[in-house]
């Protein structure tokens, strides 16, 4: 055979058959996101429906909760379609997460795919392999091919795993449900309750209270248009960010050959966040600490009267916030649970002796210009200044 018509590269049998395979199989990548979501749910009990008397425990209970928000007047002015719940296993719990919330996760797959720069010249998958540069050539055309497959298989993952903790459809207070059907995992509540010592009765009364409170918030207009702005600017500032991170491993590796040797992938990760994205994830968590605020508020008036003593919620709470998989996910739309609690309750205790102040919140749920800034929620004197000004 004439040199010519020998591939000169080693790799070159390797990657042709990737290429051969990646085409042949007509891999759509988001059906991988079902695939591993389907991965992840394997486990014991992810399908299975809870045991006829305890779903009709807390669909009592549902009903019982509903009427004790009646009585909290802030909350029965805030209009709401006809409630019911809906009784889900995990599984239902990630398909809902993968239908209801399909655009963000688009967004998300393609963040974390990054992008692959463009080869710096046609062919140079057939370039010898004599350097480290032509190592950088192959590995971004082969990132390039397997980015959305590698992306989306993350992404089905990380919804099978949180779906196997979640509590319900607004566990992480995000704009999920669709309006006037509220799910709960009852199973997961189980654990929760077993986990902390307290009976299934008061953990699922407080949680169908919890998800009724945050389901007729999260309705509400403003909370709809500033969730999808904020979401959607995040999750486009994260895809420049594995952008640039790419570019800067292909210029590097390309530009010198010394590059791969002495390579840090920890110092690339470390992106420089700059001022606007500060801002956009200070307001993502801060549209969320107004929600829980207003759980909080409720809490306060009726949760002694219903319960008691309280002081087993924050214990829950810390419990599911510090649950690795509600965390991971939680995490990579740029939201702590930790923090975001922190602050609504803090912001929730400035407000809770002050009628006008709690007013000023439900009526910021429909008006844009009152609504707490991230500076406002950290020191409410600020938005009742603000408020004083404006008039």
Not at 14 to 27: P, R, T, V, Y
Not at 80 to 101: K, N, Q, Y
Not at 115 to 130: I, K, R, T, Y
Request: net charge negative; with cysteine.
């Amino acid at each position: 055979m004439a040199d010519s018509d020998e591939p000169i590269n080693p790799f070159q049998f390797m990657m042709d058959d990737i290429m051969k395979a990646i085409g042949s199989a007509n891999i759509d990548p988001q059906g991988l996101r079902r695939q591993f979501m389907g991965l992840a749910l394997g486990s014991d009990g992810a399908n299975e429906l809870p045991a006829m008397t305890d779903r009709t425990r807390v669909e009592s209970l549902f009903d019982l909760a509903s009427r004790h928000l009646e009585t909290v007047g802030f909350i029965s002015t805030l209009a709401a379609s006809t409630e019911h719940l809906v009784v889900e296993r995990p599984v239902d719990i990630a398909e809902r997460f993968l239908d209801g919330f399909k655009p963000y996760l688009d967004l998300l797959a393609s963040a974390l795919s990054g992008s692959v720069p463009p080869m710096s010249q046609p062919g140079a998958m057939d370039v010898a392999l004599g350097s480290d540069t032509d190592f950088a050539s192959l590995a971004a055309s082969l990132s390039a091919s397997l980015g959305p497959m590698f992306s989306n298989a993350q992404v089905g993952s990380l919804v099978g795993h949180y779906a196997l903790s979640a509590l319900g459809t607004q566990d992480l207070l995000l704009p999920l449900s669709p309006r006037g059907e509220l799910g709960v995992v009852v199973n997961n509540l189980q654990k929760v309750a077993a986990a902390i010592s307290i009976p299934l009765d008061e953990v699922a009364l407080y949680w169908c209270m919890r998800e009724l409170i945050v389901a007729r918030v999260m309705a509400q207009p403003v909370i709809e248009d500033r969730y999808d702005t904020e979401l959607r600017l995040y999750l486009l500032d994260l895809k420049a960010d594995t952008t640039r991170m790419m570019e800067s491993f292909a210029e590097g590796a390309m530009s010198d050959p010394n590059f791969l040797t002495n390579f840090d992938p920890t110092a690339m990760l470390q992106q420089s966040t700059s001022p606007a994205q500060v801002a956009n994830v200070a307001e993502l968590q801060t549209t969320m600490a107004v929600v829980q605020a207003l759980v909080e508020l409720a809490m306060a008036q009726i949760g002694p009267m219903v319960f008691g003593s309280t002081s087993w919620i924050e214990g829950m709470n810390q419990y599911l916030d510090e649950d690795p998989a509600r965390s991971v996910m939680a995490s990579v739309f740029g939201i702590t649970l930790a923090e975001v609690r922190a602050r609504a309750e803090r912001f929730a205790a400035e407000l809770s002796d002050s009628v006008e102040d709690i007013s000023a919140l439900v009526a910021a749920l429909a008006d844009p210009s009152l609504f707490p800034s991230a500076d406002e929620l950290d020191d409410v004197n600020l938005w009742r200044l603000r408020r004083s000004v404006d008039g």
